[in-house]
């Protein structure tokens, strides 16, 4: 059983409770520009409206932050326990991956893409059948869109995927995670009307296109602690992620690590 600091369990699975309400102060912190702008001129007006357009920017493309929307980044414990997240499958690499979590009788929530669950049901159900968590990551996974989609096209990705997921494998995800970790205003909306709570990361190793394992192993080893939520993929063209995992599981069991789900707190179960 995890050990959970009790009082920080229950925020962890937080839905966004008023995700309207961000949209509305955005807005008129807009109107507030103009009136500026017509008040005081241009050398109030500009900077304001400059200001104000950087924090959304920031809160959108920055991954941890938690302007719009609030963020899971690091699991309330004192123990040697971390939250692999595994994301962008199901792949090629899917079936592998389980068998070595299994070997190292560890434990993985695997953030998957809705057309590839489409195209393969059954490793989605596999990994629920091993005792690993499922979330969800968006429909398409349009990478280089998503941080300005708007509220439709948003329900499309976020929306849909749950409901894939859901007729895959019988279950509802309540894990989400952002397309390259990109939250906008309008994710919110999607996240509270599907029940979601968004999850970042603490750990990662920038195992994108151009991978080194042993610069992303080094980067992983030197930011996880007690609590680390943990960032992985699979799936890359660069064909490293199954050997990265592998040696990141042999660093974790000789560090004396173990891996949780915060699904397996029954009473986190409860917040719900
Ligand atoms: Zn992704």
Redesign the pocket.
């Known amino acids: 059983m995890a050990s959970w600091d009790m009082s920080y369990v229950r925020t962890l699975h937080r839905i966004p409770r008023r995700p309207g309400l961000i949209l509305g102060l955005l807005a008129l912190s807009q109107v507030a520009v103009v009136a500026a702008w017509w008040h005081w001129g241009w050398r109030i007006g500009l900077p304001l409206m400059l200001a104000t357009h950087l924090a959304v920017v920031w809160g959108t493309l920055n991954p941890r932050s938690r302007l719009f929307c609030p963020a899971l980044t690091h699991l309330p414990t004192r123990a040697r326990e971390v939250w692999l997240t595994i994301?962008?499958g199901p792949s090629e690499d899917t079936r592998a991956m389980l068998d070595l979590l299994e070997r190292h009788n560890a434990r993985a929530t695997f953030?998957v893409?809705g057309e590839r669950a489409l195209a393969r049901p059954d490793l989605v159900n596999e990994i629920l059948r091993r005792g690993h968590g499922l979330g969800n990551?968006?429909l398409s996974?349009p990478?280089l869109r998503f941080w300005r989609l708007g509220p439709q096209a948003l329900e499309q990705e976020i929306g849909r995927n749950q409901s894939v997921l859901t007729a895959i494998t019988g279950q509802t995800p309540r894990w989400y995670?952002s397309?390259?970790g990109m939250t906008n205003p309008f994710v919110g909306l999607s996240l509270k009307r599907h029940h979601l709570a968004r999850v970042a990361w603490s750990a990662r190793g920038f195992d994108g296109v151009d991978c080194q394992p042993d610069t992303v192993l080094a980067r992983l080893k030197r930011s996880i602690g007690p609590g680390a939520i943990v960032l992985l993929?699979e799936g890359a063209s660069h064909g490293h992620n199954l050997g990265i995992l592998s040696q990141l599981l042999d660093w974790l069991a000789a560090q004396g690590y173990r891996t949780v789900l915060p699904e397996a707190s029954s009473s986190l179960q409860a917040t719900r």
């Open positions: 994301d962008d953030f893409v990551h968006s996974h990478d995670r397309v390259v993929h």
